[in-house]
């Protein structure tokens, strides 16, 4: 882990952190597709750009998020940095879990499959023992439950393009 990373994993717990991610996210979702994805949370932590169908536009959103692998699906969660509401790419999941994943250049097709259970606490200490934040997000989100997605790839990866806009 670089310096930076490891800064980056300290700083997470702090309020001021979390608002600056949020502020920071759209030039996060850019350079990610500048880069096709190549770059993405300044390479600090494992990222990918997860581009779900708008629930209500039936438009392509894509998001940076953090992620670990899980043999060859990759786990993300819904921690919206704590904030009390659900970010939108979980409620686009629940609803068409069809999905496509960017990550190193690579665009993979998947399919979200909600964690739950013993299984969700099994991929929750993957992604805390990766980003130790997330517990004082669970802590800052109250009684919302923060979702944990297992994407699962449905095709072949593929390179070039650029991601779809968000």
């Known amino acids: 882990m670089s310096v930076l990373g490891a800064l980056a994993r300290r700083l997470g717990h702090q309020r001021w952190f979390a608002a600056a991610g949020r502020l920071l996210a759209p030039a996060d979702r850019l350079v990610g597709r500048l880069t096709r994805g190549r770059v993405v949370a300044l390479g600090l932590i494992p990222s990918l ?36 509401r659900q970010p939108s790419w979980v409620l686009n999941l629940l609803a068409e879990p069809a999905a496509e994943a960017l990550r190193n250049g690579h665009r993979t097709p998947v399919r979200a499959e909600l964690a739950t259970g013993a299984e969700r606490e099994r991929l929750w200490r993957l992604l805390v023992a990766e980003w130790p934040a997330y517990h004082t997000y669970a802590r800052r989100a109250g009684d919302r439950e923060i979702r944990v997605f297992r994407l699962v790839p449905t095709g072949v990866p593929s390179t070039g393009g650029t991601a779809p806009a968000a």
């Open 49 to 84: 750009v997860l581009t779900t169908t708008g629930r209500r536009s039936g438009k392509p959103r894509s998001n940076p998020l953090l992620y670990v692998p899980d043999g060859d699906a990759y786990v993300v969660v819904g921690s919206n940095w704590g904030q009390p």
